[in-house]
C-alpha cells in the first residue's frame, strides 16, 4: 500500500506546487475581487473564488485579467503572483471595454452584406481590361526579433559542442547522419535565413481574351532549376474574399462595429471579428481581427487577421481605390512554422557521478510573406495573343531581372540566404527530394527517372478479387521527348496477369501536344462510362467503383492517339483503336457469339475555361481546379480493316461547382446514347456499387464515387441511352465532437433514367433502367473529429422495396486532407 501511495502522493505534490497562485484585488480599498476571469491567449483558465484567489497551470508568460466594472489588467506569469485592479470609470464604456454578447452586432452584419451585395462592382474585374506588376518575397527565418539572441546561442553551442568528445558517443548511422545534416543546417542559417524566393510578376486581364499572369523573374535560395508547381502559389488576397467575410462562414464568427474613422481621407467602418470556438471559455474582449470598410463604396479597404495564439501570426491587407475599382496595394503575412528546441545543460561543470540536467531553449520559425503591387493600367488595348498559351508562363528564372522590381534592398542576411542555403541544398540533395514531393500531385512516385503510378498498385473487384500491380513511366531526366510506359497486374481471384505498353512522343515544350501508341491486355468492367481526359484525382475517387461487379469483358487493344491543348482551356484527343474483345460472363450476342474485332475512332474533348495552368518539364500542370468542367466522348466503330461492329457512342459530363449561403454545392448532369450494332459494353451500365447477390455484412459497404449510386445492385442495370442528375451540399456549418478537427455535413440527391432498345440482342440476365431510380444520402465529413468521413444513401421512388437491407447503402471514406 506504502508503494502505491508513494507516487500518488508525489503526483499531487508536484501538481500543487507546480501551479501559479494569484490573488486579486481592489486597488481603491484592497478588498479582495471575487470572479475575476484569467486569459491565457483565449482560453479560460479559471475565475477567483470569494478571497480573490486562483490556482493555474499555464505555459503562457502572460495573462490577461478581466473582471466587471474594472479596468483590464495583462500580468507576467510568476510562482505567487499579486495583482490589483482599477475600477472602471463611467467614461471608459466604449467597445473595447465591454463584455461583448455572444452573437453578432446587426449593424455590422447590415454594413458586411452591402460589402457582399457590391464585390463585383468594386471588384477590378468589372473593368474592360486591366495590368499591373507584383513583388512577392517568401522567407523563412527565426523572428526577426530574436535574430540577435539566435546568432549568440548558435555560437555559444558550437564552442561548446567543439569540446565534446564525440568518441564517447556511439551513434548509429542514420541518427549520426541525421545530426551532421541538423548541424549543417545550423551553421547554414546562423548568419542567412532558412530559406528566401523573390518572385517579381505581371497579372493580365480583359473581358475578351480572359486572365494571364506571367512571371517575369523568380529566384528561389537553394534550388538551381524553377519548382514549377510551386510557382503559382500566391499567399494572397489578391483574387479572393478573405474567409471571414464569406456568407457562408457567418455563423463561424461573431462581427462588431467598434468604430468610424478617416483613413486616408475617407470615411471608414471598422468592425472587429471573433472567432466562435467555445464560448463559455473564450477571452470576451480578445477579437481575431479588423475589418475596415470603405463607407462610401462598401468595398473592403482593409483587412487584419490575428492568430488566437500569441505570437503565432498575422495578416494585413490594404486595398486602394484606382478610377472607381480597389485594387490590392500591399500585403504583409506572418505564419509560425514550428520550434527549434534545444537542449542546453544547467551546470557547466559536473561532480563525479552527478547526471546532467538540461533546459530546453526555443526559437520560434516564421514564413513572411511580403507583397507588393504597383504599375496599374487600366483600360488599355491589349492583344489575343499576348493571352495565348497557358495562364502561367515562366519568362525568366534566373534572378537576374529582381532588381529592378524589388521594392527595397535585401538585408545582408537576406543576401547569403542564397550562397548559405544553396550550398546546404546542393550537399544533402533536397532538390530531387523536393521533385519526389511535388510528383506525388499528380499522381506519382518519383525514384531518379521513373515515375510509378500510384493507382496501379492495388484495386479489388468481384471479377478479379484483389489485383497487385505496378505502373511506370520514364520520365523527362531519360529523355525530353521520348517517354516509354508498361504496367502489369496479377488478380488473385482469376487467376491471370495483364499488362500494357506505351511510348509517348513529346512534339512541343510550350503546350501538350503528345503522340502516343500502346498495346494492352487487360480486362475492363462492361459498359463504364469514358473516364478519358479526367484529372488524376477524379481516377482515384473512382478507383473502388467495381467493388461488387462481376460483369467484366477481356480486351487485347494496339492503339494510337494524338493529345493536343487546343488553348488554356480546350484539350481534345483522337484515338484510333483495333480491338479483340471477349466477354467474361455468360453473354452472347445476337447469334455472334461473345468474342468480337473491333475497329473505332475516338473523339475526346475537356473544356474547362476557368482552369488556370502551367507548362512544366513533366507536362501541363492544373495548379488552380475551377468550374464549370465539361467532358465529351464520341467513339465510332467501323465494319474495316477487320472490324465486325458498327455503331455510334456518345456520352458527356458537366460539373459544375459554386458558393453561396447555404454552403459549397456540387452538381453532376451525366448522360449517353449508343446506337448501331455493338455488344453490351459499348452500350452503358448505371454504376451500381452495392450486392444484392450475397447476404454478407459488407454488401452494402462502398465507396464515394463519382458518378456510382451507393444503393444499386452492381452489374445490373444497362442502357443504350440515358441521362442522370447528381447534386450535393455542404452544409454552411462545422462542429466539434471528439477530435480536434472539426466535421461537416454534406447531403445529396441523384437519380437516373434510360431505355435499351432491341434488348432481346443482348442475351444474359440483367434489367433495363426505365423508371426513375432515385437515392438520398449524407455525408458525415470527419466523422467523430478522425481522418474518415462515414455516409449513408436510402433508395427511393419505383425501384425501393420493401427490405430495408436492399434500400441501403453504406460508404467509406479515409480523408487525409
Known amino acids: ?55 493555474f497551470k499555464t505555459k503562457c508568460k502572460k495573462v490577461e485579467i478581466l473582471a466587471s466594472n474594472f479596468e483590464d489588467a495583462l500580468a507576467e506569469v510568476k510562482k505567487s503572483m499579486e495583482v490589483s485592479m482599477k475600477p472602471l470609470s463611467e467614461k471608459l464604456d466604449n467597445i473595447d471595454r465591454v463584455v461583448i454578447t455572444d452573437k453578432s452586432d446587426a449593424r455590422a452584419l447590415k454594413i458586411l452584406d452591402e460589402v457582399n451585395k457590391r464585390a463585383k462592382e468594386n471588384s477590378p474585374k468589372s473593368l474592360d481590361t486591366y495590368n499591373f506588376k507584383s513583388y512577392t518575397k517568401f522567407s523563412i527565418d527565426v523572428d526577426k526579433d530574436s535574430i540577435d539572441t539566435f546568432k549568440n546561442f548558435l555560437a555559444i553551442r558550437k564552442d561548446s559542442l567543439s569540446k565534446v568528445d564525440h568518441k564517447a558517443f556511439k551513434q548509429k548511422e542514420k541518427d549520426k547522419k541525421d545530426s551532421l545534416t541538423t548541424e549543417d543546417f545550423l551553421t547554414a542559417t546562423e548568419e542567412s535565413q532558412m530559406f528566401l524566393w523573390e518572385k517579381a510578376t505581371e497579372y493580365k486581364y480583359s473581358k475578351s481574351f480572359g486572365e494571364k499572369t506571367n512571371i517575369i523573374d523568380n529566384k528561389m535560395s537553394g534550388f538551381k532549376n524553377p519548382i514549377y508547381e510551386a510557382l503559382a502559389i500566391n499567399i494572397s488576397n489578391l483574387d479572393r474574399t478573405p474567409r471571414q467575410l464569406r456568407p457562408e462562414n457567418r455563423k463561424l464568427f461573431n462581427f462588431y462595429l467598434s468604430d468610424t474613422l478617416q483613413l486616408d481621407g475617407r470615411k471608414t467602418y471598422v468592425i472587429k471579428f471573433k472567432e466562435i470556438t467555445d464560448k463559455k471559455k473564450q477571452n470576451p474582449r480578445k477579437f481575431n481581427g479588423k475589418i475596415f470598410i470603405d463607407s462610401q463604396t462598401y468595398a473592403l479597404k482593409k483587412f487584419e487577421s490575428i492568430n488566437k495564439k500569441q505570437n503565432e501570426g498575422n495578416i494585413v491587407s490594404v486595398w486602394k481605390p484606382i478610377d472607381g475599382k480597389w485594387f490590392l496595394d500591399y500585403e504583409d503575412i506572418k505564419l509560425k512554422m514550428g520550434n527549434q528546441s534545444f537542449n542546453t545543460s544547467k551546470k557547466d561543470s559536473l561532480k563525479p557521478g552527478e547526471k546532467t540536467k538540461y533546459n530546453k531553449k526555443k526559437f520560434g520559425n516564421y514564413l513572411y510573406v511580403k507583397n507588393r503591387f504597383f504599375d496599374f493600367e487600366l483600360n488599355q488595348q491589349q492583344k489575343a495573343s499576348e493571352f495565348k498559351g497557358y495562364s502561367l508562363e515562366m519568362k525568366n528564372s534566373d534572378g537576374s531581372l529582381l532588381n529592378q522590381y524589388r521594392t527595397d534592398s535585401l538585408t545582408a542576411r537576406e543576401s547569403l540566404t542564397y550562397t548559405k542555403i544553396d550550398s546546404f541544398v546542393q550537399k544533402h540533395d533536397f532538390e530531387k527530394k523536393l521533385n519526389t514531393l511535388t510528383q506525388l500531385m499528380r499522381g506519382n512516385i518519383r525514384y531518379k527517372m521513373i515515375d510509378f503510378d500510384i493507382t496501379k498498385l492495388f484495386s479489388y473487384d468481384k471479377y478479379q478479387g484483389l489485383r497487385l500491380g505496378a505502373g511506370l513511366k520514364l520520365n523527362e531526366k531519360f529523355n525530353k521527348t521520348f517517354s516509354p510506359d508498361g504496367y502489369f497486374g496479377y488478380g488473385f481471384k482469376d487467376h491471370t496477369w495483364k499488362y500494357g505498353l506505351g511510348l509517348d512522343v513529346k512534339l512541343s515544350d510550350k503546350r501538350t501536344s503528345i503522340f502516343r501508341i500502346d498495346y494492352v491486355d487487360d480486362v475492363f468492367a462492361a459498359g463504364r462510362f469514358s473516364n478519358n481526359m479526367w484529372d488524376m484525382i477524379m481516377k482515384i475517387t473512382d478507383m473502388n467503383l467495381d467493388l461488387h461487379n462481376g460483369t467484366f469483358y477481356k480486351n487485347q487493344k494496339w492503339g494510337a492517339s494524338f493529345l493536343y491543348d487546343v488553348s488554356n482551356s480546350l484539350s481534345m484527343k483522337i484515338a484510333v483503336n483495333k480491338e479483340k474483345q471477349q466477354a467474361l460472363f455468360n453473354y452472347q450476342y445476337k447469334n455472334l457469339g461473345s468474342h468480337f474485332d473491333n475497329t473505332s475512332a475516338t473523339l475526346s474533348l475537356k473544356y474547362s475555361p476557368n482552369d488556370k495552368n502551367i507548362m512544366t518539364p513533366s507536362g501541363k500542370f492544373t495548379y488552380e481546379k475551377s468550374y464549370p468542367q465539361i467532358f465529351m466522348n464520341y467513339e465510332k466503330g467501323f465494319e474495316t480493316l477487320g472490324g465486325e461492329l458498327d455503331y455510334h457512342r456518345l456520352d458527356a459530363l458537366i460539373i459544375h461547382q459554386f458558393r453561396s449561403k447555404l454552403g459549397y454545392t456540387n452538381i453532376k448532369l451525366f448522360g449517353g446514347i449508343s446506337s448501331g450494332n455493338a455488344p453490351i459494353w459499348k452500350n452503358f451500365e448505371i454504376a451500381g456499387q452495392n ?127
Open 691 to 817: 450486392d444484392t447477390n450475397v447476404d454478407k455484412w459488407y454488401s452494402n459497404i462502398s465507396t464515394p464515387s463519382n458518378m456510382g449510386f451507393a444503393t444499386m445492385p452492381s452489374g445490373t442495370f444497362f442502357v443504350d441511352k440515358f441521362v442522370a442528375f447528381k447534386v450535393s451540399q455542404s452544409l454552411p456549418f462545422r462542429f466539434k465532437t471528439l477530435g480536434k478537427k472539426y466535421s461537416t455535413i454534406e447531403i445529396e440527391y441523384q437519380s437516373a433514367i434510360g431505355n435499351l432498345k432491341n434488348r432481346e440482342d443482348h442475351q444474359f440476365q440483367f434489367q433495363v433502367l426505365d423508371h426513375y431510380y432515385q437515392e438520398v444520402g449524407f455525408m458525415w465529413n470527419r466523422f467523430l473529429g478522425r481522418s474518415l468521413d462515414v455516409g449513408l444513401s436510402y433508395r427511393l421512388g419505383y425501384y425501393q422495396t420493401s427490405q430495408f437491407k436492399d434500400n441501403v447503402g453504406i460508404k467509406f471514406r479515409l480523408n487525409v486532407l
Open 1 to 55: 500500500m506504502t508503494k502505491l501511495l508513494s507516487p500518488l502522493f508525489l503526483f499531487f505534490t508536484v501538481l500543487f506546487f507546480g501551479q501559479t497562485q494569484l490573488k486579486v484585488f481592489n486597488k481603491n480599498n484592497k478588498q479582495p475581487i471575487q470572479n475575476v476571469a484569467v486569459y491565457c491567449d483565449d482560453n479560460l483558465l479559471g475565475k477567483t473564488n470569494h478571497e480573490g484567489i486562483l490556482s
